[in-house]
Structure formats: structure tokens, C-alpha cells
């Protein structure tokens, strides 16, 4: 596996387990900026966060591992992680981006860059790996 495709699988893992902490634990804090809704939405969005976010974790999981099982001569294990999660991933994104377009409740566009943030790192895995 290259080093490119290494180096975005770590970024796509970071970007994960980043999204879990806000999603599950700082909601009330990131609500806002992270997904544009009023403080008197976050009770209703919260144990729907709190699960999304331990989706991301998981997520970044499965690729720490194939990482670890790349790194310990496990190749082929390691690849067949990464490679599963980085599709998940860009599909997930894909699904973001349209629902993204779907919602009427709040401004056009808003969730483009978690889209990216979502999207590219493992879509850069799949292109190099």
C-alpha cells in the first residue's frame, strides 16, 4: 500500500474520531457550527448524534486497524480493511451530500464540507492505494 494511500487513511481515521467526539460528547457545544441547528433543536438531534457519532468511531477503528495489520506483514488483512472502510466512507459521504440537498429546513449547502471531510481522504485511499 503506498504511502499516499497511508497517509489519507490516518487523515480519514483523524477526521473520524473527531467527528465522534463533537457528534457524541460536544453537541451542545458544535451544534451550530457543525450542523447549522438552533440550541433548541439539540435535544432532539442528540441521541441521534450520540449513535452518528459512534458510527465515525467505528469507522476510524476499522481503518487503525487495517493500518496496524498493514504495518505488523499482514498485508493483505490490512489492505481488505482499508479498503472496505474507504468505501464506506465515500458512500457515506455521497449520502450526505444528498440529503444535504434534500433537507428544506435550513440553508442550501451547508454540509459540503463535512461532505469533503468525509469524502476525499478515502476516496484519495482507493485512487493511490
Partial sequence: MSVVAQVAAAVAALIHLVVWVCEAFLIGRVHRSMFGQPAQDVPAIRLWAFGVGFYNLFLACGVIAGLIAVHSGQELVGRTLIFYVSWFMVGG?????????????????????????????PLVVLSFA
Fill in 93 to 121: 459521504s455521497v449520502v450526505l451530500a444528498v440529503a444535504d440537498q434534500l433537507a428544506m429546513s435550513r440553508p442550501r449547502n451547508q454540509a459540503w464540507g463535512g461532505v469533503a471531510a468525509e469524502g476525499i481522504p
